[in-house]
């Protein structure tokens, strides 16, 4: 019978759950019933169990606190053992290496009892991976039994307390990710006060003789380390003697020292250099050994390993006190034998490289007589194709160093190699040539040529667009670079000027400018000021110019105007206090013409002035937050919302200037009762900007702004609803700010307007909980159990939202739900990430993940990501309804556009398959994946198709 319930569990998954109720006391009866000598039978009972945990998560759900108790029971079941042995002392773990076997004494050679211990491990295993919210639970009952039951004796079971061990650590992990404070209640917090006991516990298995303990204790501390990263600082002397022997065991496997090497590595990486300065003499010795093997893999490690100890061993230039030098010629040694040996491996030339990048930059100074040695070695791997992407980047490491290497040797060889790779299709490799030359110029800048730096030029000039901005950030940062050196001449602005500017005067036209490239933009123009080969006025009247529509192109885009009033901020900024309060001048004046054919003009005057009032205190230029409040009395929306933006920045600059008495109270109290009055807007855009002004003012005034959104929260317009929710949104930053305690009481006011009748106000709700769950977690995770039904509730399609425009000859049907199910669905993607704990991945996934699969092209994108996440931090509960959720994905790797669909159309439909395609990747990738026939004939369809096998292929080898 058990045998047949844990078969028909794995086979019909979820639809076994409804039966629980009468299986479950059976299976519980079994196990504390049966004889001794009827192992087997608890054995079975135990494995049912853990398949109704992975299989049923939702059912199960009430009974997770008896199976609890009964996998801590029988994890220690061992009824023919007795343990005489006492706890090992600090005296006697360092005496023996081998353990008294006489204290074990067996009254039966036929035991079976291993096989129970090992069924309870693994169904407590399944406990921990399908439950994150009972994490604080297990920490406190069953964490301190599992570090027990490292002394399992059958070694197969002890692979199997130190798999349930790791993932433990692994869900502690994906529960906390991104939470940095640790108080009493956090599964970090706990898990840290059992590291103690877990370093002595693995110490006693890493001396034992097996290689396979071995390898499962360093399992397990190094995943120690990811979740913990600084956690084992106090320990590091107790465990090098095993990280030792390990290494330079005879007897010890590849594998062994593999996991040893790695957990070295991480380590090292996790913790203050001075941390190993005591045990550099008895680590390096081991890992330089390690460097000279010959597979290839411990040979890779053993490197990377190296590249840690090197900055352990020289943290800085000082050495903080550490003499160093010792270490210098042996590291050099090892590293340039595997640096010149041509026949091996890619990994290991690729990491040897590397490495001695590091040693060069970090050791150069003691290394004078050596460097005519080896750079010539890593430009030469610069001319082969396989090792030149890691070369160029070693060259970046060497430059970035503040030793101040000598490199005349090589420099106008690799600057030449350089310039030529910024014109390679390998986009990698122009990304990391344009870093290197940045440090490289930045560092021997008085070595190079200006002719070097004009061709280097010519090259920049060609990647700047908007069709690859990362790259355009870089070319940006470059152009900066060069402009910034002094030595470089007036040929190399004039250059700049010529090739560079007109690319860059294109670009910010583009409503695609945003990020780092956008940054890199604002850079650039300061920098060609600075230079002194481009005049302001010239530069400003061209910024000026980009945001003129032209008869080619018509209107600019809204993006755009942003980017040109931020430029012309920064540059106006970087000239000097006589320009900056000449322009300031020039866009006041702009506003007092009340020419409504002038509204363009006005329209980026007061974003300009919004952008310069963001970065600068304004108040000196008088009544200017009057010239900007007439703006409003103008009949377009777009100058409405441009004079909220303004005001809102002009009034949080001038509130943090306390001493800017002539900026009184009054002002600011005009400027808030203003924006209240525009909340009501019907642009969204003008609500948005009034939302983000009150929620920067909020920051800075929280005390007076939270009761005022408070009030507002009531107010019977929907759209002060929604605009007042909108604006805590933009008052909760990342970073610790006073508005956080006086907000938290506060919070439900907001957040439970995710329930009201208005849509715009729901979506809002959504925002702002999202917002909340990504920057400070912890203000909401109390409202979740409240607010979770409330957010899945909002993924529904709701018929009532869905109407039929008349067109005429056609009829146009119109969702105005999409939006806000996108949001919820985005929303609960952020809580996973921040909140795991507190979601039931089960009550979720169905019907509202099932629901959202199958929905519009903007629910299924965010809806393919959930899935992949789920699959990899709650795998259980995804594999219980496996086969509901293929029909869904099925339909969309299917969808075939209609034959007169539009290229954008077709895009669109390409990158659904291909989102679709990397949620069903994510799904095979699960254990037991292949348990579900349905999901199963779905990758025979896939595999079958050459067009859809070819993307899946490509997307899971990404």
């Given at each position: 019978?058990?045998?047949?319930?844990?078969?028909?569990?794995?086979?019909?998954?979820?639809?076994?759950?409804?039966?629980?109720?009468?299986?479950?006391?059976?299976?519980?009866?079994?196990?504390?019933?049966?004889?001794?000598?009827?192992?087997?039978?608890?054995?079975?009972?135990?494995?049912?169990?853990?398949?109704?945990?992975?299989?049923?998560?939702?059912?199960?759900?009430?009974?997770?606190?008896?199976?609890?108790?009964?996998?801590?029971?029988?994890?220690?079941?061992?009824?023919?053992?007795?343990?005489?042995?006492?706890?090992?002392?600090?005296?006697?773990?360092?005496?023996?290496?081998?353990?008294?076997?006489?204290?074990?004494?067996?009254?039966?050679?036929?035991?079976?009892?291993?096989?129970v211990r090992r069924a309870a491990a693994k169904c407590l295993s399944a406990l921990i991976v399908s439950r994150p919210e009972m994490l604080s639970r297990l920490y406190e009952e069953a964490c301190p039994k599992l570090i027990d039951r490292f002394k399992e004796r059958e070694e197969n079971v002890k692979m199997d307390v130190f798999s349930t061990f790791i993932e433990l650590l692994r869900q502690t992990g994906n529960v906390t990710k991104g939470q940095v404070d640790m108080n009493e209640l956090s599964p970090r917090w706990l898990l840290n006060q059992e590291v103690p006991k877990v370093v002595k516990s693995i110490n006693r298995q890493l001396r034992e003789k097996s290689i396979k303990t071995k390898v499962g204790a360093f399992s397990v501390l190094k995943e120690l380390v990811v979740v913990l990263p600084d956690c084992l600082a106090d320990h590091i002397g107790s465990l090098i003697p095993g990280i030792e022997k390990a290494l330079s065991d005879k007897s010890a496997t590849s594998n062994l020292k593999i996991e040893a090497l790695i957990f070295t590595r991480l380590v090292l990486a996790s913790n203050s250099p001075s941390v190993f300065h005591p045990y550099i003499k008895d680590l390096s010795s081991p890992v330089l050994s390690a460097v000279g093997e010959r597979y290839y893999k411990v040979t890779a490690e053993a490197l990377r390993v190296?590249?840690?100890?090197?900055?352990?061993?020289?943290?800085?230039?000082?050495?903080?006190?550490?003499?160093?030098?010792?270490?210098?010629?042996?590291?050099?040694?090892?590293?340039?034998?595997?640096?010149?040996?041509?026949?091996?491996?890619?990994?290991?030339?690729?990491?040897?490289?590397?490495?001695?990048?590091?040693?060069?930059?970090?050791?150069?100074?003691?290394?004078?007589?050596?460097?005519?040695?080896?750079?010539?070695?890593?430009?030469?791997?610069?001319?082969?194709?396989?090792?030149?992407?890691?070369?160029?980047?070693?060259?970046a490491v060497i430059a970035a160093f503040p030793l101040q290497i000598d490199l005349s040797c090589v420099l106008e060889h690799?600057?030449?190699?350089?310039?030529?790779?910024?014109?390679?299709?390998?986009r990698a490799l122009r990304q990391a040539t344009l870093g290197t030359l940045n440090s490289l110029i930045a560092a021997y800048g008085?070595?190079?040529?200006?002719?070097?730096?004009?061709?280097?030029?010519?090259?920049?000039?060609?990647?700047?667009?908007?069709?690859?901005?990362?790259?355009?950030?870089?070319?940006?940062?470059?152009?900066?670079?060069?402009?910034?050196?002094?030595?470089?001449?007036?040929?190399?602005?004039?250059?700049?000027?010529?090739?560079?500017?007109?690319?860059?005067?294109?670009?910010?036209?583009?409503?695609?400018?945003?990020?780092?490239?956008?940054?890199?933009?604002?850079?650039?123009?300061?920098?060609?000021?600075?230079?002194?080969?481009?005049?302001?006025?010239?530069?400003?009247?061209?910024?000026?110019?980009?945001?003129?529509?032209?008869?080619?192109?018509?209107?600019?885009a809204k993006q755009a105007l942003f980017s040109i009033a931020q430029c012309v901020a920064v540059l106006c900024l970087s000239a000097g206090d006589q320009k900056y309060s000449s322009t300031v001048k020039m866009l006041t004046e702009i506003l007092k013409d009340d020419s409504s054919t002038n509204s363009a003009k006005q329209h980026?005057?007061?974003?300009?002035?919004?952008?310069?009032?963001?970065?600068?205190?304004?108040?000196?230029?008088?009544?200017?937050?009057?010239?900007?409040?007439?703006?409003?009395?103008?009949?377009?929306?777009?100058?409405?919302?441009?004079?909220?933006?303004?005001?809102?920045?002009?009034a949080v600059i001038v509130r943090q200037s306390v001493d800017k008495a002539e900026f009184q109270d009054s002002s600011v109290e005009k400027i808030l009762n203003l924006?209240?009055?525009?909340?009501?807007?019907?642009?969204?855009?003008?609500?948005?900007?009034?939302?983000e002004c009150l929620g920067k003012i909020a920051l800075i005034e929280p005390g007076k702004l939270v009761p005022a959104l408070k009030v507002r929260t009531t107010s019977p317009a929907a759209f002060t609803r929604a605009t007042v929710v909108i604006a805590v949104k933009y008052s909760i930053v990342e970073r610790p700010e006073k508005i956080d305690e006086i907000i938290y009481p506060e919070i439900s006011s907001f957040l439970m307007l995710i329930k009201d009748h208005d849509r715009h106000v729901r979506r809002a709700a959504v925002l702002a909980l999202s917002t909340f769950a990504h920057n400070k977690p912890n203000l909401v995770k109390g409202l979740l159990p409240k607010l979770l039904p409330l957010l899945y509730d909002q993924t529904i399609v709701k018929q009532e939202l869905i109407r039929t425009v008349d067109l005429g000859?056609?009829?146009?049907?119109?969702?105005?739900?999409?939006?806000?199910?996108?949001?919820?669905?985005?929303?609960?993607?952020?809580?996973?990430?921040?909140?795991?704990?507190?979601?039931?991945?089960?009550?979720?996934?169905?019907?509202?993940?099932?629901?959202?699969?199958?929905?519009?092209?903007?629910?299924?994108?965010?809806?393919?990501?959930?899935?992949?996440?789920?699959?990899?931090?709650?795998?259980?509960?995804?594999?219980?309804?496996?086969?509901?959720?293929?029909?869904?994905?099925?339909?969309?790797?299917?969808?075939?556009?209609?034959?007169?669909?539009?290229?954008?159309?077709?895009?669109?439909?390409e990158d659904m398959i291909r989102s679709a395609l990397r949620a069903i990747a994510s799904l095979n990738r699960i254990s037991g994946g292949d348990c579900s026939l349905k999901f199963k004939n779905l990758m025979n369809e896939i595999s079958k198709s050459p067009a859809l096998s070819e993307k899946y292929y490509s997307i899971r080898n990404e």
């Open positions: 019978m058990i045998n047949i319930s844990w078969h028909h569990s794995r086979a019909v998954g979820y639809r076994f759950g409804p039966h629980l109720g009468d299986t479950f006391p059976v299976l519980i009866n079994y196990c504390t019933s049966a004889s001794e000598s009827d192992e087997e039978l608890r054995e079975y009972s135990l494995q049912a169990l853990e398949s109704f945990l992975l299989r049923c998560p939702r059912d199960i759900s009430s009974y997770c606190d008896d199976i609890l108790h009964l996998t801590l029971e029988y994890l220690s079941y061992d009824p023919n053992f007795t343990d005489n042995m006492e706890e090992d002392t600090d005296d006697e773990i360092h005496e023996e290496e081998e353990e008294d076997e006489s204290a074990n004494e067996y009254t039966d050679d036929e035991d079976l009892s291993w096989k190296c590249g840690e100890l090197v900055r352990v061993v020289r943290p800085g230039i000082e050495g903080q006190g550490f003499d160093f030098k010792q270490y210098v010629h042996p590291i050099y040694n090892a590293i340039m034998s595997r640096l010149t040996n041509q026949d091996q491996d890619q990994e290991v030339k690729e990491c040897a490289i590397s490495c001695m990048g590091l040693v060069v930059s970090t050791f150069g100074d003691n290394l004078k007589a050596e460097l005519a040695t080896c750079l010539p070695v890593l430009v030469d791997r610069m001319g082969n194709e396989i090792t030149r992407l890691t070369a160029v980047k070693a060259f690799v600057i030449s190699e350089l310039t030529a790779f910024l014109r390679k299709a390998n008085d070595k190079i040529g200006p002719s070097a730096y004009e061709v280097i030029i010519v090259e920049l000039s060609t990647l700047i667009s908007d069709s690859d901005l990362h790259m355009t950030a870089l070319a940006l940062e470059l152009c900066c670079t060069l402009m910034g050196d002094r030595r470089s001449g007036s040929s190399i602005g004039l250059a700049v000027r010529n090739k560079v500017l007109p690319q860059a005067l294109l670009l910010i036209k583009s409503s695609l400018l945003q990020g780092q490239a956008l940054m890199a933009l604002q850079s650039f123009f300061a920098a060609l000021v600075f230079s002194e080969n481009t005049s302001f006025d010239a530069l400003l009247d061209s910024l000026l110019s980009c945001a003129k529509p032209s008869p080619q192109s018509g209107g600019v980026l005057a007061l974003l300009c002035l919004g952008e310069i009032g963001r970065r600068k205190d304004l108040s000196s230029h008088a009544h200017i937050e009057n010239i900007v409040i007439e703006s409003f009395q103008s009949p377009f929306e777009e100058i409405k919302s441009a004079a909220s933006y303004a005001l809102g920045n002009i924006l209240f009055n525009h909340c009501e807007s019907e642009e969204e855009g003008v609500r948005n900007v009034v939302a000859p056609f009829k146009h049907v119109v969702d105005d739900g999409l939006e806000l199910r996108k949001a919820a669905f985005e929303c609960v993607d952020t809580l996973l990430d921040s909140c795991l704990d507190q979601v039931n991945p089960s009550s979720f996934i169905v019907p509202y993940l099932k629901s959202g699969l199958d929905d519009h092209y903007d629910v299924k994108m965010p809806c393919h990501l959930i899935l992949s996440k789920l699959a990899d931090k709650c795998p259980s509960a995804v594999l219980a309804v496996l086969d509901s959720l293929v029909d869904p994905l099925q339909k969309t790797i299917n969808f075939k556009p209609k034959q007169d669909a539009v290229k954008q159309e077709v895009d669109r439909n």
